[in-house]
């Protein structure tokens, strides 16, 4: 749980209606009661604070989830990891479009020497297929395992940089950049401070929040201490390609160690949620400390995409979704998109664009990116996660939200969007 100056004593002191947020909470209940899901966790804080969370179900070990539990958040944690390049950008130690081969002169091949740092942070660098797969023989689960182990380490990382190449000029096109771009900017934090990228989360972002239970890499000889949902698949087309090998990687003690910086952390709700409250208080914890600028926070939240970069979810008719990015994060926008009717759900996973069953005509776009519902303000801005998570922060309303699961299952674009709409409308009665 967080520190204890970190909630509120009750909802409604930050402004919270707790009868909406009960409906919130329910309708996560739903999800566990008619077995979609096996375990969630969610949160909702605002004004600094948590303002309430709750958990359901169990995990497969055949304990009880509760509030403590640690949920992986796969994808959801890559704002996290990108705030700490925010915070070596406001300290001067990195400018935004500088070339990353200016601080590893290994990525420079292949032609990716021009690659900035600010197309790395928006997805637009020209390498989202990147991996270290050509560098190992193995196959399946240890295959997978081998390559996140290689990643893991600074020579390997450098070693795959070496084998990544373009496949289009950098800033001209977008796509939806896995694990590549992150581990980029892992060793890139590494060299500018001279030490692990996990310690350098930690020290710079983490503990000044008061998240101790946010993990980036949590030792193995520590595990035993917390209580670790595993993750499950739930149903053939639960996770398809990657997932299906990748997933259950994070129930072992190793994987949950190394502290992959797009997709390996480890946390309560709570501590996601919190994570974007300074986000919407010019960097202040909780009247505390002031963990980034509020001009560094503006620089990161603002849109650095442009009408180059979208989505196609579409071919016949070609209907296309624009691709809103901040530095690391995505934004909900204003804008909307026409669906005709029949148009096919789809996951989002190996992207942020998902439709959810039955969507048509005019729709705003915001419900088709990864995180967001009807309710949230164009400002809004966040990351999901592989398996369903959420984590978003809105300006508007100043709510941060978080839903966590440890069951990967289809369909989910339906669950976020509800989920999320109602808890963006838990303040809606003071705004009235």
């Not at 705003?364 to 801005?381: I, K, M, V, W």
Request: with cysteine; hydrophobic share 40%.
């Amino acid at each position: 749980m967080p520190i204890p100056c970190l909630i509120a004593p009750s909802s409604e002191d930050v402004g919270i209606d707790p009868a909406a947020l009960q409906r919130l909470f329910d309708r996560a209940a739903e999800e566990v009661a008619q077995s979609r899901i096996e375990s969630c966790q969610l949160a909702v804080a605002r004004h600094g604070r948590l303002a309430g969370m709750a958990t359901f179900g169990a995990t497969p070990d055949g304990r009880a989830a509760t509030n403590e539990t640690l949920f992986a958040m796969f994808s959801a944690v890559k704002p996290i990891s990108a705030a700490a390049i925010w915070k070596l950008l406001e300290q001067g130690a990195l400018t935004l479009d500088q070339p990353a081969a200016d601080v590893i002169p290994e990525f420079a091949t292949n032609g990716k020497d021009a690659v900035t740092l600010r197309q790395v942070l928006t997805f637009t660098a020209g390498f989202p297929g990147a991996n270290a797969f050509a560098l190992i023989s193995g196959e399946g689960l240890e295959g997978r395992r081998e390559h996140e182990t290689l990643l893991g380490t600074s020579a390997g990382r450098c070693a795959a940089f070496g084998t990544w190449s373009l496949d289009w000029a950098p800033g001209t096109a977008y796509a939806y950049h896995g694990e590549g771009a992150h581990w980029l900017l892992a060793e890139i934090i590494a060299r500018v401070t001279g030490g692990d990228y996990r310690d350098y989360i930690r020290s710079a972002i983490l503990d000044p929040m008061g998240l101790d239970t946010f993990f980036l890499g949590c030792p193995v000889d520590e595990q035993h201490r917390y209580h670790f949902a595993d993750v499950v698949l739930q149903g053939p087309d639960a996770a398809p390609e990657v997932y299906g090998d990748l997933a259950p990687l994070w129930n072992t003690p190793e994987i949950r160690s190394l502290g992959n910086p797009s997709g390996g952390g480890f946390a309560t709700a709570a501590d996601l949620a919190l994570f974007y409250q300074p986000l919407l208080n010019d960097g202040l914890v909780n009247e505390g400390a002031v963990v980034l600028q509020p001009e560094t926070i503006r620089m990161a939240t603002r849109q650095w995409t442009d009408d180059r970069h979208f989505e196609l979810l579409s071919e016949a008719p070609r209907i296309i979704l624009p691709t809103l990015r901040g530095l690391g994060i995505e934004l909900a926008g204003d804008d909307d998109v026409i669906l005709p009717e029949g148009m096919a759900e789809t996951d989002g996973i190996h992207g942020m664009a998902a439709i959810s069953g039955g969507m048509t005509g005019t729709v705003p776009a915001r419900t088709l990116r990864g995180c967001f519902g009807s309710s949230n303000s164009a400002a809004a801005f966040g990351h999901n996660g592989a398996g369903g998570q959420v984590g978003w922060a809105d300006p508007q309303t100043g709510i941060s939200f978080a839903f966590l699961t440890n069951t990967f299952s289809m369909p989910r674009k339906g669950r976020i969007i509800e989920l999320s709409t109602l808890a963006n409308e838990c303040v809606r009665a003071e705004r009235g």
